[in-house]
C-alpha cells in the first residue's frame, strides 16, 4: 500500500518562500505521477502541479506558473514543491497525491493515494 507523508508547511509573509515534500513508500516510486494540490478554507480541493512517471515533464496550474516548481527525486522516493513569491491566495492545506502511470490529469479523481496534508499561511 502507497504511503505519502509530507512536510514543510508554515507561516510565511507574501513574497516569501516555502519548500515542500512528500515522502513515498510502499511500491515503485519511479512508476507513479506525482501531484500537490491544495485545498483553501471554504474551497475546493484543486491541482497545484504534476510530475509525469515517464519522464521530465511536468504540468502546472495557471495560478501557480513561474512561482512553483515541482521535482521528484526517484533515488529516495521523494517528490518537492518550491514555492517562491507567495500570495495570500496561496493559503491553503496542500496535499501529495500519487497515480500509478498517472497521465497528470488535474482532477483529484484520478489520483488513488493521498498525504495527510500539511498546512500554509501567508500573511500580508
Known amino acids: 500500500q502507497v504511503q505519502l507523508v509530507e512536510s514543510g508547511g508554515g507561516s510565511v509573509q507574501a513574497g516569501g518562500s516555502l519548500r515542500l515534500s512528500c515522502a513515498f513508500s510502499?511500491?515503485?516510486?519511479?512508476?507513479?505521477?506525482m501531484a500537490w494540490f491544495r485545498q483553501g478554507p471554504g474551497k475546493e480541493r484543486e491541482f497545484v502541479a504534476a510530475?509525469?512517471?515517464?519522464?521530465?515533464?511536468?504540468i502546472y496550474a495557471n495560478s501557480v506558473k513561474g512561482r512553483f516548481t515541482i521535482s521528484r527525486n526517484n533515488a529516495n522516493n521523494t517528490v518537492s514543491l518550491q514555492m517562491n513569491s507567495l500570495k495570500q491566495e496561496d493559503t491553503a492545506d496542500y496535499y501529495c497525491?500519487?497515480?500509478?502511470?498517472?497521465?497528470?490529469?488535474?482532477?483529484?479523481?484520478?489520483?488513488?493515494?493521498w498525504g495527510q496534508g500539511t498546512q500554509v499561511t501567508v500573511s500580508s
Open positions: 510530475t509525469l512517471w515517464s519522464g521530465t515533464n511536468r
Open positions: 510502499g511500491r515503485s516510486f519511479s512508476g507513479y505521477t
Open positions: 497525491a500519487a497515480s500509478y502511470r498517472g497521465l497528470g490529469r488535474e482532477t483529484k479523481y484520478s489520483y488513488n493515494y
